[in-house]
């Protein structure tokens, strides 16, 4: 069965710190990993994908690493702003017909100033 | 590029009445929709693909007959919860699939929030 964890389930930082969030995966075959961020009562928005070729992608302050024979990835947010304040959802899919999406169950980040 | 949208953001019915929610893709056009449901502190879970001029594929354990999906055209797809009932209080949210680079890519909307009183 396809599996995403995530850890930790929630964090709190002070603004201006470094925080790095984690996720381990069982899908199989592999196709791609995403990142999302979802902001209380939005929908998500995707930070960073990655094919199983990259190792590391960045948007701005986020940066996403992909280690893909351990099957681990991490979400690494610099200089925290109250704004990161979110749910981060790592999705990974998988690669047989209907490309299918399975979700972590995120971390709740809280960024305090 | 590449927006969907909801209406309504949220909405608020009475126990046993009907509400449709839609999901659009403004500028793109989507031949697939997903919609998924979120409770409190929980991920998203996927209830149901729509494909355009198709029948909707249903998740083990989403009933057909209470959430149903059309998928009218390329940027329209609606769910409608039948008989709601206070259970169905939830956060619903639609994505639409483009190809790119090899995969597909999801855009997702803002979610409905819908409260059954």
């Known amino acids: 069965k396809n599996q995403v964890e995530q850890s930790p389930q929630s964090l709190i930082i002070l603004e201006g710190k470094n925080c790095t969030l984690q996720?381990?995966?069982?899908?199989?075959?592999?196709?791609?990993l995403r990142w999302y961020k979802q902001d209380t009562g939005r929908g998500p928005v995707s930070l960073t994908i990655?094919?199983?070729?990259?190792n590391t992608k960045s948007n701005g302050r986020y940066t996403a690493t992909l280690d893909a024979d351990t099957k681990q990835s991490s979400l690494h947010i610099t200089a925290s702003q109250l704004s990161d304040s979110a749910s981060y959802i790592c999705v990974v899919t998988d690669n047989n017909a209907g490309n299918m999406l399975t979700f972590g169950g995120g971390t709740r980040l809280m960024v305090k100033p | 590029g590449a927006v969907v949208s909801q209406h309504p953001s949220w909405v608020i019915c009475k126990s046993g009445t009907s509400v449709k929610i839609e999901c659009r893709s403004l500028?793109?056009?989507?031949?697939?929709m997903f919609w998924y449901r979120q409770f409190p502190k929980q991920s998203l879970m996927l209830m149901a693909t729509?494909?355009?001029?198709?029948?909707?594929?249903?998740e083990q354990g989403v009933e057909k007959d209470k959430f149903l999906i059309n998928h009218a055209s390329l940027t329209l797809s609606t769910l409608t919860v039948t008989s709601a009932h206070p259970e169905d209080s939830s956060f619903y949210i639609c994505s639409a699939s483009i190809p790119g680079q090899g995969y597909y890519e999801q855009y997702f909307g803002p979610g409905t929030r819908l409260t059954v009183t």
């Open positions: 729509s494909n355009e001029g198709s029948k909707a594929t249903y």
């Open positions: 500028d793109f056009q989507a031949t697939t």
């Open positions: 996720c381990n995966y069982t899908v199989s075959p592999f196709s791609n």
């Open positions: 990655m094919t199983f070729s990259e």
